[in-house]
């Protein structure tokens, strides 16, 4: 049994690309282009070569788009 606490996706601060995927219905290598074209955009954090999309700050640049 694990003591480990699980954080509701809603709840986290950052996603990885598949957290995001399902959470925004985007799909992944839709995400990853974005993430490529918009490295210094705000909404994204590199850990070695993991992607994380800080959650709230892409809402807010979704928010401004009328496609994708």
């Known amino acids: 049994m694990s003591n480990e606490t699980q954080v ?6 950052c996603l990885t690309i598949d957290e995001a995927s399902a959470y925004f219905n985007i799909g992944e ?5 974005l993430v490529s074209e918009n490295l210094n955009s705000g909404f994204i954090i590199q850990n070695g ?6 959650r709230k ?6 928010n401004d788009l ?3």
Do not use: G, P, Y
């Open 49 to 54: 070569v993991k992607f994380l999309i800080k």
């Open 8 to 13: 509701q996706i809603q709840d986290k601060f």
């Open 29 to 33: 290598k839709k995400l990853r282009k």
């Open 57 to 62: 700050k892409f809402e807010e640049f979704l």
């Open 66 to 68: 009328t496609a994708l």
